[in-house]
């Protein structure tokens, strides 16, 4: 079975700062895609980027970006230029790629950004 | 409009009552799921239903029913649940049961509270 593991439970960081979320992941499998999830106050459950274990390029979505290093089975997230509205709980997630594969999330991380 | 919308969005309830969670989505998509999110908790998903056919249980206790009459909806029917069961109950839909391509789109969640 797989299995994602999110080590930080909590991270803050100033306003305008770079921060990095971390997850790790496993399994045996070679055809995956890897997701970041961000879930604000309001609750709802937003994709914020989206990477495809076959692509060695690190997906890029304005100021979210990854490092995906698939030998190590890392894949953290990079917010850039952080800003107030960027404080929520950030998922990560894994999916194989075939037949009725359902996501399966980390515990997630609690990010602040502090004024 | 997130697309997917449930309701209520808190509900408070005895371990006597009876009560149904709401979902709602018009996306076109054809998969619907609940999942169950705890504190410190991976999300768990609970019933996942394709094209108004359930697919899946993960062992989830019979206190929960759920309910597919069509694509749009899906409901779940509680009854006689615990204090444990308290959670924030997240429903969400994608396009075929494989999320590979896009992931799920989620709706804000129900926050149940058993007393």
């Known amino acids: 079975a797989q299995t994602v593991t999110q080590s930080q439970p909590e991270m803050s960081v100033q306003e305008a700062e770079t921060v990095t979320l971390s997850c790790t992941y496993d399994?045996?499998?070679?055809?995956?895609?890897l997701f970041w999830y961000k879930q604000p106050p309001s609750r709802q459950m937003i994709l914020v980027i989206r990477?495809?274990?076959?692509?060695?390029q690190n997906a890029t979505e304005n100021r979210f970006s990854v490092n995906f290093q698939k030998a190590a089975k890392s894949f953290s997230l990079k917010i850039s230029d952080s800003q107030l509205g960027d404080t929520a709980m950030y998922f990560c997630?894994?999916?194989?790629?075939?037949?009725?594969?359902?996501?399966?999330f980390g515990t997630g991380t609690r990010l602040t950004i502090i004024p | 409009e997130t697309g997917v919308t449930q309701t209520p969005r808190h509900l408070v309830m005895g371990m006597t009552n009876k009560k149904s969670l709401k979902c709602e989505q018009h996306?076109?998509?054809?998969?619907m799921y609940w999942y169950k999110q705890s504190a410190k908790k991976p999300l768990e998903l609970m019933f996942v239903?394709?094209?108004?056919?359930?697919?899946e249980n993960n062992s989830v206790p019979s206190r929960f029913s759920p309910e597919c009459p069509n694509s749009s909806h899906l409901f779940l029917h509680l009854h006689t649940l615990q204090p444990e069961d308290s959670a924030l109950y997240l429903c969400a839909s994608s396009q075929d049961k494989a999320p590979a391509n896009y992931g799920y789109t989620f709706g804000s969640g129900t926050r149940l509270t058993v007393v």
């Open positions: 997630a894994f999916t194989l790629n075939f037949g009725n594969e359902k996501l399966t």
């Open positions: 239903y394709s094209l108004e056919e359930r697919v």
């Open positions: 996306l076109g998509h054809n998969a």
């Open positions: 399994t045996s499998e070679n055809n995956y895609y």
């Open positions: 990477q495809e274990a076959y692509k060695q």
